[in-house]
């Protein structure tokens, strides 16, 4: 679960990177869906924090933050109606709340057919940053609870570190572009053979070395986990392939064995 719960967390990040580009370009459409999953995860982040104060532990239940692709959790609404039982949010957030779930539904659904135009987005999406500014303050206050009385998952961090920001950077880069493709075989739950191909090529693991063989023959995985990397260069060594001297992944003709 702590991996579920690390995709949750690094979201949020992702998300505002995502929405400042989808901002400075004018990315309407791109704004509108960012906004509208940023407002569900503060909801259920909320949800979360709730429970912990209320039970006195700090357990996360699964169901708010993953969703598989054979199995229906909550729904975006169903969050939504949780947080106002809860007494996390009020009635005019849980309107807004709605009315911009139906809002964001016409402009994706019914683009052709109502008389929705591109422009329009620009009042939704500044109606989304007014409650993701609400949910945002929320969010905070049930933090701070958190810490004042030392229940929860909530810890003071303190002051933050150069080498600490470059990490929670580098974190959230991975929910934008992980280069993973067991997380693209998630995604799409069925994919093809030709699709893991040219995911993996962009990361140049079917350029060939001088011995003939893919790049992906000389990476060893054991010096990765060594080495506390992802970072496929940082891996590589002899080929593997059974009956290959080749003693090193050879970029060009330059480069020796």
């Not at 933050?65 to 609404?77: K, L, T, W």
Request: glycine share 6%; proline share 0%.
């Amino acid at each position: 679960m702590i991996d579920k719960f690390e995709n949750f967390i690094r979201s949020f990040g992702a998300t505002r990177v995502l929405l400042q580009r989808a901002h400075d370009e004018g990315f309407l459409i791109e704004g509108l869906i960012l906004y509208a999953a940023l407002v569900d995860g503060f909801c259920r982040s909320c949800l979360i924090l709730k429970e912990q104060l209320d039970n006195k532990n700090s357990d996360i239940n699964e169901k708010y933050i993953y969703q598989s692709n054979n199995e229906n959790n909550f729904r975006e609404r169903d969050i939504y109606k949780l947080a106002f039982d809860k007494k996390i949010i009020n009635q005019d957030i849980l309107d807004e709340l709605n009315k911009l779930y139906g809002i964001r539904n016409k402009l994706v659904h019914r683009f052709f057919i109502s008389e929705v135009e591109y422009s329009h987005l620009e009042v939704v999406c500044k109606r989304y940053e007014k409650l993701y500014q609400q949910l945002y303050k929320i969010t905070f206050d049930l933090e701070s609870e958190q810490i004042d009385k030392n229940v929860g998952m909530t810890i003071d961090g303190g002051k933050i570190t150069e080498q600490e920001k470059i990490a929670v950077s580098k974190d959230i880069m991975k929910k934008i572009k992980s280069g993973n493709e067991r997380n693209l075989a998630k995604t799409f739950d069925c994919i093809s053979v030709e699709e893991v191909v040219e995911f993996a090529s962009k990361k140049g693991l079917t350029n060939e070395c001088k011995c003939g063989h893919y790049k992906s023959s000389h990476i060893d995985l054991e010096i990765l986990k060594k080495k506390k990397t992802k970072v496929i260069d940082e891996g590589l060594t002899k080929c593997s392939q059974k009956g290959c001297n080749c003693k090193m992944y050879i970029r060009d003709e330059k480069d020796k064995i």
